[in-house]
């Protein structure tokens, strides 16, 4: 992951760095650093931590009026965090930051620096003391040259002293846009750098970008001249604003229902459905996604079989851009991420199209690659999200699901016409349920109180309710550091059930009214052992346990919506009372730009 910021032509470069660094903490935050050039001598500043331990050591020192600099913010790839391995790094008079992977950093050691010595343990490394070795008077054919030898994905910004005017930008499957505003700005995500810019460009693999005071002149590889249009752009609206929240995921939380209210908005009105989209039925439909994006797709697989009446199949981005995927013309592949730029998922969606398939991507940021890749955008109005662990993000994929769903029921013919309508007014007021549940914070409170000590807990659920298990188990585990699992109800017994002991945590997802009774012998399965179990349900939905948490009536099928609440309150709570760093927990990047 990793976020690159560079800046040219400034009043003053240090306060645009670390302002963009900021807003590009949700990439990595191991580490961060800046560099600029002073009266042409680079003077760099880099620090283990968050960006507030760099900024604590800048004030420390004086203040730099350089008008050019770049900055990083790091999540640790190759070597631990630490000072050495923060980026920008040097050789000679060249200095870069870079997010990606030099896959091939070992071999480029040996054949071309075997008598360099490297201060870090990174990849990055190699790529700045080989453009210190291919230089001899021009860093731009020394960048093309360098990028020309690197395998695998990198965004640089680089600075030379020898031409201190210039900020050279480089591409290859990492995101990066440039910006014209008063001066000249690049960052890996438009948000670092959209208060400063009137005119953006995304740039493409294979393209490097020089940034000179107030212009921007973009090359490819080997050196040919490109003409690139703008990209249409709206100043985005980030605030890294909690509001009254002490937390950014529980403001998030909280901003749920909009999130959803503005996505089924966007599509669906008093006429009807307004996609943009003429679908013929196909035989068989893939989704691939990573992470909370796929359990929203585990659960738009069973709102497109129960509806649309076509195979789903559901796969893991990492998984599917190596498997050999059977994909063709005729297998539409839909792509679902919140930031449009996760590495697994962009390389599934052009493994996707290369094999001729038609792409629709569920994507929150409008101008990210996978967007701007994609045959088809179906644009989540989330709004900016900031904690790592989504919440918003993804009830707005569910609701987007919900809305492709009813209308492949609709245009296919596969379901009963009165049902759909009904199923269109309740997804119109779906906000509304969700709002409701949001009222369940007291009791989860408590039960949160209880919970703070435990070391385990697991997830059952039968159908999308193993899918909400699912997302719930992966937000108990990623911000508090519990151990959790999600299973199948029906498939505890065949195994897991052996770890269940006296007061073991078991908490039941009742989405599938329909199967409540099954889902009742599961419950009493564990319970018999010993497990104390919480159950999430329907008003509709009577079920035994030690504890029930009753959410307001809904449509069964989006019940995930609203049961999926209680378990990011629940996650939030107990991750507060155990101390933890809720909004940027350990190890974890949100935008996983590389594999
Ligand atoms: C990271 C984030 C998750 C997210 C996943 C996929 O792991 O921490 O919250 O679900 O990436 O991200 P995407 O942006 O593609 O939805």
Redesign the pocket.
């Known amino acids: 992951m990793c976020g690159i910021i560079g800046c040219n032509g400034v009043e003053s470069a240090v306060p645009v760095l670390i302002n963009g660094l900021k807003k590009m903490e949700y990439r990595g935050y191991d580490s961060s650093g800046i560099a600029v050039l002073c009266k042409g001598k680079t003077v760099t500043e880099k620090k283990k931590g968050r960006v507030a331990a760099l900024v604590k050591e800048l004030e420390r020192k004086a203040n730099s009026e350089a008008q050019i600099g770049i900055g990083h913010t790091r999540w640790a790839t190759h070597g631990e965090p630490s000072d050495e391995n923060a980026h920008p790094h040097q050789s000679g008079k060249f200095t870069l930051v870079h997010n990606g992977i030099i896959e091939n950093h070992t071999k480029l050691k040996e054949q071309y620096l075997k008598l360099t010595a490297m201060k870090s343990g990174t990849d990055t490394e190699v790529a700045v003391h080989l453009l210190n070795r291919f230089c001899s008077d021009s860093c731009l054919e020394a960048i093309a040259h360098t990028a020309k030898q690197l395998e695998g994905s990198f965004a640089f910004a680089v600075m030379y002293e020898d031409e201190p005017e210039k900020l050279f930008c480089v591409r290859q499957a990492s995101p990066l846009v440039v910006g014209l505003g008063e001066g000249t700005f690049a960052a890996s995500d438009t948000a670092a750098i959209s208060e400063n810019i009137h005119t953006l460009y995304r740039m493409n693999d294979g393209e490097i970008a020089v940034l000179e005071k107030d212009r921007i002149s973009f090359y490819d590889f080997e050196l040919n001249r490109i003409t690139k249009t703008p990209d249409v752009f709206e100043k985005s609206s980030y605030t890294a604003d909690k509001g009254s929240c002490e937390h950014f995921m529980l403001k998030e939380i909280y901003e749920q229902p909009e999130a959803i209210r503005r996505t089924v908005e966007a599509y669906l009105n008093e006429n009807g459905f307004d996609l943009g989209l003429k679908p013929a039925k196909p035989e068989r439909i893939f989704i691939v ?5 796929y359990h929203a797709g585990l659960v738009g697989r069973r709102v497109f079989e129960t509806l649309a009446k076509i195979p789903v199949s559901v796969e893991t981005a990492s998984e599917f851009r190596y498997s050999e995927p059977l994909v063709n013309e005729e297998t539409p592949v839909i792509i ?7 590495a697994d ?1 962009l390389a599934a969606l052009r493994e996707a199209k290369k094999r001729g398939a038609k792409t629709l991507s569920i994507v929150n940021v409008k101008e990210s690659t996978i967007a701007s890749e994609s045959d088809f955008v179906l644009l989540t109005r989330a709004g900016p999200e900031i904690a ?3 919440t918003k ?1 993804y009830g707005a994929q569910l609701s987007a699901l919900y809305l492709l769903g009813i209308y492949f029921a609709e245009s296919f013919g596969t379901a009963d016409k009165n049902e759909l309508e009904e199923m269109k007014k309740a997804l119109n007021d779906l906000h509304k349920s969700v709002s409701a549940a949001l009222n369940c914070e007291e009791q989860i409170k408590e039960i949160a109180h209880r919970l703070k000590g435990i070391d385990r807990a697991y997830f059952i659920g039968r159908g999308a309710g193993f899918a909400a298990a699912s997302e719930g188990s992966l937000k108990l585990k990623e911000i508090s550091y519990i151990h959790c699992e999600a299973y199948a109800a029906g498939e505890m017994k065949h195994g897991t059930i052996s770890l269940i002991e006296k007061d073991t945590t078991v908490i039941a997802m009742n989405t599938q009214t329909a199967l409540a009774h099954k889902l009742q012998s599961n419950i009493d399965e564990v319970r018999s052992r010993g497990a104390r179990v919480i159950a999430v349900t329907s008003a509709d939905s009577k079920i035994n346990a030690d504890e029930t948490i009753t959410l307001p009536e809904v449509h069964p099928l989006f019940a995930v919506s609203t049961q999926i609440v209680p378990l990011q309150l629940l996650s939030y709570h107990i991750a507060r009372l155990r101390g933890c760093d809720i909004d940027k927990p350990r190890n ?5 730009t590389v594999e």
């Open positions: 996604a990573c992470g909370s994006a679902i991420s919140q930031s449009g730029e996760t998922s790592v662990a989504t993000a974890l990047a949100k935008s996983v």
